[in-house]
């Protein structure tokens, strides 16, 4: 009875081994190294950064200076050939390929595109160039825009205008408990002979930070 069970045993472990072997293996052989050189068509000139990506999976190399390019994927799947100036190719690759490795050299065609005609006409005289230089406002690009709302002084100046928000309130509070907790039974230290302290007040003096604001002694009163 018990060689019965044994015997079962191990043949259902054989069965499942053999299985997983040919399975992995089958992935193996499903496995394929793309290696290639991206060209121009009608140069045959290296087409460096292009992208080469596999269709519909978030995966992809770039082709380095001589145009080569290495990329691992499955027989099956479709690269996509795309890079500035060039029209996009795609290449299957075909499920009965023999081996793990397969060399291809990829030729791009340009794309020539055309702008939109721009008539530049000039003013019809001095004083009306003179005039347009002074008083036209000509909107911002929005690579002006972008270096405006960039700037340091502009983004320093917004950080001091904003209010604190409720993190930031809080922990100034959180702060504030902290150090009222340091003297707790006890008189706070008096800052009259801090130098520290000495030095704010006289910086202060000298800014005129106590002076009387808006004070003009030849106003003469309603009454």
């Given amino acids: 009875m018990h060689s019965r069970v044994f015997l079962t045993f191990t043949l259902i472990i054989g069965t499942l081994f053999t299985g997983f072997k040919s399975f992995a293996q089958a992935g193996f052989e499903n496995i394929i190294q793309i290696n290639g050189v991206i060209m121009t068509s009608d140069s045959l000139r290296a087409v460096h950064g292009a992208t080469v990506l596999v269709k519909n999976k978030n995966r992809g190399v770039e082709s380095e200076r001589t145009g080569v390019f290495?990329?691992?994927?499955?027989?099956?799947?479709?690269?996509?050939?795309?890079?500035?100036?060039?029209?996009?190719?795609?290449?299957y690759v075909?499920?009965?390929?023999?081996?793990?490795?397969?060399?291809?050299?990829?030729?791009?065609?340009?794309?020539?595109?055309?702008?939109?005609?721009?008539?530049?006409?000039?003013?019809?005289?001095?004083?009306?160039?003179?005039?347009?230089?002074?008083?036209?406002?000509?909107?911002?690009?929005?690579?002006?825009?972008?270096?405006?709302?960039?700037?340091?002084?502009?983004?320093?100046?917004?950080?001091?205008?904003?209010?604190?928000d409720?993190?930031?309130?809080?922990?100034?509070?959180?702060r504030n408990q902290a150090n009222e907790a340091v003297y707790y039974g006890q008189r706070p230290p008096m800052t009259i002979f801090s130098p520290i302290a000495w030095g704010e007040f006289f910086e202060a003096w000298k800014r005129g930070d106590y002076r009387k604001k808006n004070y003009n002694p030849y106003r003469t009163s309603k009454y």
């Fill in 70 to 91: 290495s990329l691992v994927c499955y027989k099956g799947d479709t690269l996509e050939f795309s890079c500035v100036g060039f029209k996009p190719k795609e290449f």
């Fill in 94 to 164: 075909s499920k009965d390929l023999p081996g793990q490795y397969y060399s291809i050299i990829q030729l791009m065609v340009q794309d020539t595109f055309y702008l939109p005609e721009t008539i530049i006409r000039p003013l019809p005289s001095k004083e009306a160039f003179d005039y347009a230089f002074r008083y036209w406002n000509i909107p911002d690009d929005q690579y002006e825009l972008a270096r405006k709302n960039t700037d340091a002084y502009l983004i320093r100046m917004l950080a001091y205008s904003m209010p604190m």
């Fill in 166 to 174: 409720g993190h930031e309130a809080q922990s100034k509070a959180l």
